[in-house]
């Protein structure tokens, strides 16, 4: 059974410009989670979309958005791009949501670097 | 809310001495938690998870965490360390109100040959 898949792995962008991050989860998983991980922060929960709809939104700004398709696949979206969006986002895949005994499976991450 | 402690954000052992790696939360009320690892480079992949079946909980790769709610303690341990145990340790928390997953801030693990 394939994983959690993250494309792209690796990303440069400017500021000011926006970007688009996909992820595929583990065939049959309805819940994607989406986090970011930086040096200073650790990791942090971004949002958490089931069945095509957001469950949760942790903590960022309006810049970030995401949303998620019928077939569960899922894209982040980050408009207007600052310095310290420079991070590894991460997404997990379960087939229940998050906040359940459930297990979440990671992918890979995509390093997004701004300058 | 949610929060979890990890004490030491960087911990050293020996080849073969005990590994003991700390975590606390914040609630009373027993969530469910999780420990992950993370290599360089690469996603977070579990070790093992606590669901209120049994207190003791054993993980991949020789690991074990005990609950104590008396505590509000998730301790993860191997009793012999191994090179290949050098990772990123993150626990992590959720409760039952189905509400978000939370992490600590992990413990960087370096095993001295």
């Known amino acids: 059974k394939a994983g959690v898949t993250q494309t792209p792995r690796y990303l440069i962008k400017t500021r000011g410009q926006q970007v688009t991050l996909s992820c595929s989860p583990i065939?049959?998983?309805?819940?994607v989670s989406w986090y970011q991980q930086t040096p200073g922060q650790g990791l942090q929960f971004l949002f958490e979309?089931?069945?095509?709809?957001?469950?949760n939104k942790g903590n960022f700004p309006g810049r970030f958005s995401g949303r998620q398709f019928s077939n569960s696949r899922s894209e982040m979206n980050v408009s207007t791009l600052e310095l310290g969006d420079s991070a590894l986002y991460l997404c997990?895949?379960?087939?229940?949501?998050?906040?359940?005994?459930?297990?979440?499976?990671f992918g890979p991450g995509t390093r997004l670097l701004v300058l | 809310a949610q929060s979890v402690t990890q004490l030491g954000s960087h911990v050293s052992v020996s080849e073969g001495a005990l590994v003991l790696l700390r975590c606390n939360y914040s609630?009373?009320?027993?969530?469910?938690l999780f420990w992950y690892v993370q290599y360089p480079n690469q996603g977070l992949q579990l070790l093992l998870k606590?669901?209120?079946?049994?207190?003791l909980v054993k993980g991949i790769n020789g690991f074990e965490a005990e609950f104590k709610k008396s505590e509000t303690s998730f301790h993860l341990t191997k009793p012999s360390a191994h090179m290949s145990d050098a990772a990123e340790y993150f626990c992590?928390?959720?409760?039952?109100?189905?509400?978000?997953?939370?992490f600590g801030t992990g413990t960087s693990l370096t095993v001295i040959p």
């Open positions: 997990a895949s379960s087939f229940f949501p998050s906040g359940s005994e459930e297990t979440q499976y």
């Open positions: 065939s049959g998983h309805r819940s």
């Open positions: 979309y089931f069945s095509e709809t957001q469950r």
């Open positions: 609630s009373s009320v027993p969530p469910y």
């Open positions: 606590y669901t209120s079946a049994a207190t």
């Open positions: 992590a928390v959720t409760d039952f109100t189905g509400n978000q997953f939370y």
